[in-house]
Nanobody
Framework: QVQLVESGGGLVQAGGSLRLSCVVS????????MAWFRQAPGKEREFVAA????????SYVDSVKGRFTISMNNIKNTVYLQMNSLKSEDTTVYYC??????????????????WGQGTQVTVSS
């Protein structure tokens, strides 16, 4: 069984940085597409970034381009989201997700089969 466990969330001032981690167990992620989503209360889950093909390809939502970086360590079976220049509007719960097909870096939550429990990121202004 595939399990995803996120960590690294917390409280940070605007302009600061956080690094989220997602440790995957049960399967090797080298052939998966991995992604980060976020969801605010009462809103739909929003795509943030994805990585696939062993880390060769990445994709980002426009609002985080140039500020966030997704990466993966295939040996540690871990995906990271480095978040710099954080803004108050980045405040929400962040989720890690895995797509075993790994064919495309898809942006729809429905394309991902496995999810973590989420980690809260709070940016104070």
């Amino acid at each position: 069984q595939v399990q995803l466990v996120e960590s690294g969330g917390g409280l940070v001032q605007a302009g600061g940085s956080l690094r989220l981690s997602c440790v995957v167990s049960g399967r090797t992620i080298s052939r998966y597409a991995m992604a980060w989503f976020r969801q605010a209360p009462g809103k739909e889950r929003e795509f943030v970034a994805a990585i696939g093909y062993g880390g060769t390809y990445t994709s980002y939502v426009d609002s985080v381009k140039g500020r966030f970086t997704i990466s993966m360590n295939n040996i540690k079976n871990t995906v990271y989201l480095q978040m710099n220049s954080l803004k108050s509007e980045d405040t929400t719960v962040y989720y890690c997700a895995a797509d075993p097909t790994g064919i495309w870096l898809r942006r729809s939550p429905g394309a991902y089969d496995y999810w973590g429990q989420g980690t809260q990121v709070t940016v104070s202004s």
